[in-house]
Structure formats: structure tokens, C-alpha cells
């Protein structure tokens, strides 16, 4: 049996020798979504645009069982019809940008799965997918023909990626226009009329489950990224709503009416895409959620977040200018510093943001049964900050101290996230007291400093610089 590079060689040679006026040539190609394979390219001797033949199927067929001269009558005869269907391109159309953006249409991907194509792709991150840009040649009932366009067209073109994008998005919604159509007349479409009456209503728990992609089908799940699309929906439906990502070519809608758990949700997809999506089809694991009001398509997990720290900036007045304009990027936790009450804050995620906060490089333990981490500065205790608060064991007695100011933070699946109000207020309660140290023999006694000394170093700290002078003259009359 030859290997995969003789059979490469070999099955050039025997379709050079067996047809006329065509090239042929080994090359990768490169494809989207985990397809890249060993292809052999078709291409006319007078023609300007090739076809790729994949290779790695063929090869599998013959160590599948197939004689090799069977595999080269069926490239011979694929050939012959790749030949007759090939669209006829013209050269100055190919390379005329304004000709060829009126063609664009988008597409719609995994962004982490598409990692090392993507860094020659124009593209733009929705979340955890990215939109490309393809060049729709040809569509017909054979399905359609398409370029995708890369970074070194941009440059031929002379062309930036947000003028390709606005370009696409005038074009796509032309040359793919987006359908949007309740699952119940997807159903009746699918399996016809008088088949769908004698299935009977179907039984569906929850709000009406909708379908969006395009004309066609073909990459409709493109039609998130669509101008005005998102809102054209929430008008439709009546207000918020999920999306979950049934495949590349297709999203489902479910309205946010309450009843449907983000959790749920999520798990149903990752089964369908596991058990009914073919590995070139998937498109996410995760469910999204439009927020008609703020305007903001989002991860659901961080729609939730984002609505839990909007609800705790108002509620506990936390330091934001503007809660309608935080993301998943940011959180709500308690500040505890010393010689202080702690203070609700919404503060970024961020590393740096974290480090600021402590005033250097975070430690974080997880010293509670609950969900929470504590993020402190990792080296307070050697850098001499003032000791803080006293962390205990289940039977009340002290195992460490706090040096320095520090966190108490929410924990999601990968990182940290918002408290939620019962944990606000359970570590409020826990940490309300700042504590004096006093050394007794070999050990520390933490006590509670009382609310009116804690009071007036409030105030000590609230006074301008020379009053705090003057006090500090005077200290021994104030204690």
C-alpha cells in the first residue's frame, strides 16, 4: 500500500497523463473551521480561477477498500464535471473592489477554533465568534460559490477592514436578506402542510421558539451582525431575548420572558451540538442574550452579571458614574480596608485593576465554604501594611491576619465575578468591625475597634491637610 505522499504524486501524474488542457498541483488548502486538507487543484489552462479536489478523502477511500484505479475514474470523471460547472470569472472584475464589493455577504464563526486562520482574516469579534467577509461568485440551486476574503486582498484592494465591514454589512443584507420565522412554520415548511396537521400542535414548554438566519440558509447565522436586526427582533417579540447557536448557518430565538434558565439553556446546546451538529457546523456552546433596552448583544452569563452589579450599584450606591455602561468586564465586591467599615464597589476584572486595588501583587485564598475568594496584596505582611483583619477558623479561633487592604469577590466558573446581595451581605456582617492587634505572650488578640473611634477616623481622614496637623499636635487629647 503506497502512502499518503506516493499517492499524492502518483494520482498528479496519472490525471496529467489522462486529460488535456488542464494544470494540476498539490496544495493546502486552507479552510475555516478545522477543514483544511491536502487538495489537488483544478485549474483550466485558459481559465484564471482553480478547484480544489480534497485529497484526503480520496486516499481514505482507497485504504477504505477502493482499488487506486478506482479513486482515479472518479477524479477523472469529477474532473470533467468540475470543468463544465466552473464559474467563468473576469480578471478586471476580480480585481475591481468597487465591482467586487456589491458581492459580500458574511459569515459567522468560533473565534477560539479559528485562531490561526483568523490572524490572516479580516474579521470582527461578536463575543466569543468572529464575522469574515465572503465574495459570493455564484447561487444557484447547487448551492453558492464564494471567496473568502483575506488580509492580503485588503492590501491589493487598498482597502481598511472598516471600510470592508460597512461595505458587508450594505451588501449582505442584500445579497443574503435575513428571514426570521417561529419554529412552528419552520416545521410546517419542513415536513409539509397536511403532514404537519396530522402531526398535531406540538408540545413545546417555555415561550415560542423562533428561527433566524438567510435566504438560502447558507451561513445565516451571520444575520446577529446585521444592522438594526437585533432590535428589528425585540420589536417582533415583545422585548428581550435569548440566542442560542444552533449551527453556523442558523440562531434560535427564545423570548426572555422569566421562565428559561441560562444554565438549562446552555446545557442544550452543548448536547445538540454533540449528538446533531456536524463538527464544521458548530458555532458556539454558549447562549447569548439581546438586552432590548441598553441595546447590548452578550454572553447570557454576562448579561447576568452585568444586571446583578447594574442592581447592587443602585442599591448600595457603589462608586460608578454610569452602571447602564458596565460590562462583563467589571464586578461588584466588598472593599474591606483597615481601620474601616467595608464598602460595597464595583471594580474592573482586570489584573490591573485587581493589583490597584491592593496596592500590589495579589494573593487570593479561599478560606469559606461559600463562593468567594479573598484578593489581598501578596506581600503586605513583608512590605509592613497595617494589619487589617483577623481570618478564623470554624471554631473562632485566629489562623491568619490580613495585612493591607483586600477583596472579598465573587467566583464564576473561570474567573472571579459579583457577589450576589445574600453574600454581600453575610461578609458586610462578617468584616463589618475593623480590628485592632495586641500581642499577648506568643500570640494576637484581635480587637473590635468601637463604631465612634471608627467614626472619627473617618472624619480625621476627611479633614484638609493642615487640620490633620493640627489634630495630629493634639492626639493626646483626642484619645
Not at 484592494?157 to 454589512?169: K, R
Amino acid at each position: 500500500m503506497m502512502d499518503f505522499k506516493e499517492f499524492q504524486d502518483k494520482i498528479k501524474e496519472d490525471m496529467e497523463a489522462r486529460t488535456w488542457g488542464i494544470s494540476f498541483n498539490i496544495t493546502q488548502v486552507e479552510k475555516l473551521q478545522g477543514q483544511s486538507y491536502t487538495g489537488l487543484s483544478i485549474q483550466p489552462n485558459d481559465g484564471i480561477v482553480a478547484a480544489n479536489v480534497n485529497l484526503d478523502q480520496m486516499y481514505g477511500a482507497m485504504l477504505g477498500g477502493q482499488s487506486y484505479e478506482q479513486v482515479l475514474d472518479s477524479l477523472v470523471e469529477h474532473s470533467a464535471d468540475i470543468i463544465a460547472d466552473m464559474p467563468k470569472f473576469d480578471l478586471d472584475d476580480l480585481t475591481n473592489y468597487d465591482h467586487m464589493k456589491q458581492k459580500l455577504v458574511v459569515q459567522v464563526i468560533p473565534t477560539e477554533r479559528n485562531q490561526e486562520m483568523l490572524s490572516g482574516i479580516p474579521h470582527k469579534n461578536i463575543e466569543d465568534m468572529s464575522m469574515v467577509y465572503r465574495m459570493m461568485m455564484e447561487k444557484d440551486s447547487q448551492g453558492i460559490s464564494s471567496i473568502l476574503v483575506t488580509n492580503s486582498m485588503l492590501e491589493n484592494y487598498g482597502v481598511t477592514p472598516e471600510q470592508l465591514h460597512q461595505d458587508a454589512m450594505d451588501a449582505a443584507v442584500i445579497n443574503q436578506p435575513a428571514t426570521f420565522r417561529s419554529m412552528e412554520d419552520v416545521m410546517r415548511q419542513l415536513v409539509g402542510e397536511e403532514m404537519y396537521e396530522m402531526m398535531g400542535p406540538m408540545n413545546t414548554v417555555g415561550p415560542q421558539m423562533y428561527v433566524a438566519s438567510v435566504e438560502g440558509g447558507v451561513n445565516g447565522a451571520g444575520v446577529i451582525g446585521y444592522p438594526d436586526f437585533m432590535d428589528q427582533v425585540a420589536e417582533q417579540i415583545g422585548g428581550d431575548f435569548f440566542v442560542l447557536p444552533s449551527s453556523v448557518h442558523e440562531v434560535l430565538v427564545l423570548p426572555d420572558d422569566g421562565s428559561m434558565n441560562r444554565q438549562d439553556l446552555e446545557m442544550m446546546v452543548r448536547d445538540v451540538n454533540a449528538a446533531e451538529v456536524q463538527p464544521e457546523d458548530q458555532l458556539s456552546d454558549n447562549v447569548y442574550h439581546y438586552d432590548s433596552q441598553d441595546k447590548v448583544f452578550e454572553l447570557a452569563a454576562s448579561y447576568e452579571n452585568r444586571m446583578a452589579v447594574k442592581e447592587a450599584a443602585m442599591e448600595y450606591g457603589a462608586a460608578t458614574n454610569d452602571v447602564h455602561e458596565m460590562g462583563s468586564d467589571v464586578m461588584t465586591v466588598l472593599m474591606v480596608e483597615p481601620n474601616r467599615n467595608p464598602e460595597v464597589m464595583v471594580i474592573g476584572t482586570d489584573l490591573e485593576s485587581l493589583q490597584k486595588a491592593v496596592g500590589g501583587n495579589i494573593k487570593v485564598t479561599y478560606p469559606y465554604e461559600e463562593n468567594v475568594a479573598l484578593i489581598m496584596n501578596e506581600e503586605g505582611k513583608i512590605n509592613g501594611l497595617p494589619l487589617n483583619r483577623a481570618l478564623r477558623d470554624e471554631d473562632g479561633q485566629i489562623n491568619d491576619i490580613v495585612a493591607g487592604t483586600f477583596l472579598v469577590a465573587g467566583l464564576t466558573e473561570d474567573n472571579f465575578g459579583s457577589l450576589t446581595k445574600d453574600q454581600i451581605n453575610t461578609f458586610e456582617e462578617k468584616f463589618h468591625q475593623p480590628e485592632a492587634f495586641i500581642r499577648m505572650g506568643k500570640g494576637i488578640m484581635a480587637v473590635p475597634i468601637p463604631d465612634e473611634v471608627v467614626k472619627e477616623m473617618d472624619k480625621e481622614r476627611a479633614r484638609p491637610p493642615k487640620e490633620k496637623t493640627k489634630a495630629s499636635r493634639n492626639q493626646d487629647v483626642l484619645s
